[in-house]
């Protein structure tokens, strides 16, 4: 939605680098203001990295532009909602290490919700000193997508780092560093922005150190872009997020097309080009039941979202209705 004349004369464009609960803290070339949330927007509406006008004066948000990419996932604990974690990406650095952390199940998730929110995965496999050969975890990340781009990297060697990442850091970029807490997020998160973060110190039985910060934030990198740190996510839910997924598993979701029956569900019925690809060993069984299992949960979560959504929807109108009727009634001559 373009702006209209009067907002451009009335309203500044910010960029939110902090959602709070009853607030944001957003920014622009010369200042940095704390925004009020209007009645009908809560904080579970805006992501950090979101665009929006600000209202004049003390301030508040007066609407949040539209994204050009966005990174959510299913909210964790029973109450069913989409949750946002980053929005206006260019590129989301995936973290794992090459210790007990690194999971090429949760890489695929990662992934999937990446190019579902129209931004490139990028993995980083930190800690390679740990071990003598660090090559198979990078073949393993490799393998997540086609034409996939992967590194090891030592976190601690801030040139290193600066110069790998530099060509998707510059002016004009936004990153987001995600993944387990632990594997060294805060760490390049330090070697990008000049900046110290903290971190408990790591625990001997697993290496994993533990990510103080609990919240999102959005910080100006030594290299022109911008970057969103984010805490260490200890459930990666699909929801919303079919196209994603196929694009992961390319493989399979192509070859799904050449299947006899169109409801094929590739458990051994005739004609089935997938299981006829396992069988000659060209597609690999471990990655179609990951991709299967993946399409189940984010079809069902998504079901579940769009029926929660229709009844906060029919809940609304009756909450409307009533309140209309009230007032008709305390309008009535007695």
């Not at 950090?48 to 996932?73: H, I, K, Q, T």
């Not at 650095?93 to 992934?111: G, I, K, M, Q, W």
């Amino acid at each position: 939605m373009q702006l209209s004349i009067e907002e451009v004369e009335t309203l500044a464009p910010m960029r939110v680098i902090e959602v709070h609960r009853d607030r944001v803290v957003a920014m622009d070339e010369t200042q940095t203001r704390q925004l009020a949330l209007p009645g009908d927007l809560n904080a579970g509406d805006i992501a950090v990295g979101d665009w929006l006008l600000a209202e004049p004066g003390p301030g508040r948000v007066a609407r949040v532009l539209e994204r050009r990419s966005v990174l959510s996932r299913r909210a964790s604990g029973h109450r069913i909602r989409n949750q946002l974690i980053a929005a206006n990406l260019n590129t989301l650095l995936v973290v794992t290490s090459c210790n007990a952390d690194f999971s090429l199940p949760r890489l695929e998730r990662y992934a999937a919700l990446a190019l579902e929110g129209d931004c490139d995965p990028i993995f980083i496999i930190t800690k390679p000193d740990l071990i003598e050969d660090p090559a198979p975890y990078l073949a393993k990340a490799q393998s997540v997508i086609q034409n996939a781009i992967a590194m090891t990297l030592n976190a601690r060697d801030h040139a290193a780092v600066q110069e790998a990442l530099g060509p998707w850091c510059g002016a004009g970029q936004t990153v987001a560093l995600a993944g387990s807490s632990g594997v060294g997020k805060s760490t390049l998160a330090e070697a990008l922005t000049g900046e110290k973060l903290e971190t408990a110190d790591a625990r001997s039985a697993d290496a994993k150190g533990r990510h103080t910060t609990t919240a999102r934030s959005l910080m100006p990198m030594l290299t022109g872009g911008w970057l969103i740190d984010t805490p260490g996510m200890r459930e990666l839910g699909m929801q919303d997020a079919a196209s994603g997924i196929d694009v992961v598993f390319a493989e399979f979701a192509e070859l799904a097309a050449q299947c006899k029956f169109r409801d094929c569900a590739h458990e051994g019925e005739p004609g089935c080009a997938i299981g006829a690809a396992i069988e000659a060993g060209t597609l690999d069984a471990g990655r179609l039941q990951r991709w299967k299992k993946l399409r189940l949960e984010d079809a069902h979560n998504s079901a579940s979202l769009a029926e929660a959504r229709a009844r906060d929807k029919a809940f609304g109108k009756v909450i409307r209705s009533t309140q209309a009727h009230s007032k008709r009634r305390k309008g009535r001559p007695g």
